[in-house]
C-alpha cells in the first residue's frame, strides 16, 4: 500500500472534539482498519487533543491544532501540532488506580490511555515555539 494521507487544522475548542474524532474514524473506516482499532486510536487522539485545549492553549479558543494521518503499510502515523504553552512530560507520573478510588480524583489517565493504545508516542518543542506530538499505531485490517 502507498502512503496515504489526510490532514486537519482546526480551532482549539472543546466542540471541535467532535470533529477531530469524526476525521480520525473516517480516514480509518475508508481504509478499513479494523473497528475496535480505531475506537483506541480516536481514544487516543481525543485524550492528546483534549490536554492540548485543556493545558496548552488553557481553554483559549482563538489557538490552533493541526492534524496529519498518514498510513503507509500497516503503520497510522498521527501527527499533531499546536503553538500553545510547553508539555513537562517529566512532570506526569503514572496514575496510581487505588489513590484515584480513594481520594475521588477524576483525571490524569489521558497520557496514560495514550501510551497503552499506541505503539509509539514522541513528543518534542520545535525552536519556534511549536509542539510537536507523534503517536504511531501499528493496524490491522477487516
Known amino acids: 500500500m502507498q502512503n496515504d494521507s489526510e490532514q486537519l487544522s482546526i480551532k482549539s475548542s472543546l466542540e471541535s472534539l467532535k470533529i477531530i474524532r469524526e476525521f480520525i474514524s473516517e480516514f480509518c ?10 475506537d483506541k486510536i ?5 485524550e492528546a487533543c483534549s490536554n492540548i485545549i485543556k493545558h496548552a492553549y488553557q481553554l483559549d479558543e482563538s489557538g490552533i491544532i493541526n492534524i496529519k494521518l498518514s498510513l503507509e503499510d500497516s503503520t497510522l502515523k498521527i501527527e499533531i ?9 517529566s512532570n506526569v507520573n503514572e496514575p496510581n488506580i487505588n489513590d484515584y478510588y480513594k481520594e475521588h480524583k477524576k483525571g490524569g489517565w489521558g497520557l496514560y490511555l495514550i501510551k497503552k493504545i499506541m505503539n509509539f508516542v514522541s513528543y518534542d518543542r520545535t525552536n519556534d515555539g511549536k509542539n510537536y506530538l507523534v503517536l504511531i499505531k501499528n493496524v490491522e485490517f477487516e
Open 29 to 38: 473506516i475508508k481504509r478499513n482498519i479494523k473497528k475496535s482499532s480505531i
Open 42 to 46: 480516536v481514544l487516543a487522539v481525543d
Open 81 to 89: 501540532e499546536d503553538y500553545g504553552q510547553p508539555f513537562k512530560n
